[in-house]
C-alpha cells in the first residue's frame, strides 16, 4: 500500500512562484514513476507531470512546460512540482499520483494524494 500526502498549496499572485511537495509511503516510491495532475472547478482532472522511477526523464503538459519542473527525491520518498511564472489558469486542485510502472505515463494512476489547493489571483 502506498499513502501520498501533499504540501504546500496556497494563494499566489499571478507571475509567482510556488513548491509542492509530495511525501510518499511504501516501499515501492523509489521504483515507481511520479506525478502531478490537477482538477479546477467545473474541469476534468488533467495530466500536469511525470517523472520516472530514477529521475533522469520527465514529461510536461503543453501548458506548464517551461514554467513547472517535476523533480524526485529517492533518499527522502518525495516528489516535488516547482511551479513558476504562475497564471490564474493554474488554479486548480493539484493531486499527487503514484504509478505501478517505473517509465514515463501520463495514464491515470494506482494511487492518489488528497489534493492541495492552488489558488493564483490576477
Known amino acids: 500500500q502506498v499513502q501520498l500526502v501533499e504540501s504546500g498549496g496556497g494563494l499566489v499572485q499571478a507571475g509567482g512562484s510556488l513548491r509542492l511537495s509530495c511525501a510518499a509511503s511504501?516501499?515501492?516510491?523509489?521504483?515507481?514513476?511520479m506525478g502531478w495532475f490537477r482538477q479546477a472547478p467545473g474541469k476534468d482532472r488533467e495530466f500536469v507531470a511525470v517523472i520516472n522511477w530514477s529521475g533522469d526523464s520527465t514529461y510536461y503538459a503543453d501548458s506548464v512546460k517551461g514554467r513547472f519542473t517535476i523533480s524526485r527525491d529517492n533518499a527522502q520518498n518525495t516528489v516535488y512540482l516547482q511551479m513558476n511564472s504562475l497564471k490564474p489558469e493554474d488554479t486548480a486542485v493539484y493531486y499527487c499520483?503514484?504509478?505501478?510502472?517505473?517509465?514515463?505515463?501520463?495514464?491515470?494512476?494506482?494511487?492518489w494524494g488528497q489534493g492541495t489547493q492552488v489558488t493564483v489571483s490576477s
Open positions: 511504501g516501499r515501492t516510491f523509489s521504483s515507481s514513476a
Open positions: 499520483a503514484g504509478h505501478t510502472v517505473r517509465t514515463i505515463t501520463i495514464s491515470f494512476p494506482r494511487y
